[in-house]
Nanobody, 116 residues
């Protein structure tokens, strides 16, 4: 069972930046995929970004160029640096990982609110 602890959410003004963190209880080397999803108010959960075991990354179109996903292998942590934030980026952000057997684990979510 992989435990995930997210942090870094909060209130930020439009145009601002935030860095989300997700610490895994298991070694990153036992995970095939680490990523971030978000769920805006009243909407479905959607993928934001992923980083694969080999280091390849994927970004959803709406966030491409405004965020960077990265990981720290020593800390078993994945990060999501978000820049130029917009009000429509307001959502609960969730960390999601898959182990080598493709079992899926989710964090508890962290609220990001973009508002002046």
């Amino acid at each position: 069972q992989v435990q995930l602890v997210e942090s870094g959410g909060g209130l930020v003004q439009p145009g601002g930046s935030l860095r989300l963190s997700c610490a895994s209880s298991e070694s990153i080397f036992s995970l095939s995929i680490m990523g971030w999803y978000r769920q805006p108010p009243g909407k479905q959960r959607e993928m934001v970004a992923r980083i694969y075991g080999g280091g390849n990354t994927y970004y959803t179109e709406s966030m491409r160029g405004r965020c960077v996903i990265s990981r720290d292998n020593a800390r078993n942590t994945v990060y999501l640096q978000m820049n130029s934030l917009k009000p429509e980026d307001t959502a609960v952000y969730y960390c999601e990982v898959r182990d080598l057997n493709q079992r899926e684990y989710w964090g508890q979510g962290t609220q990001v609110t973009v508002s002046s």
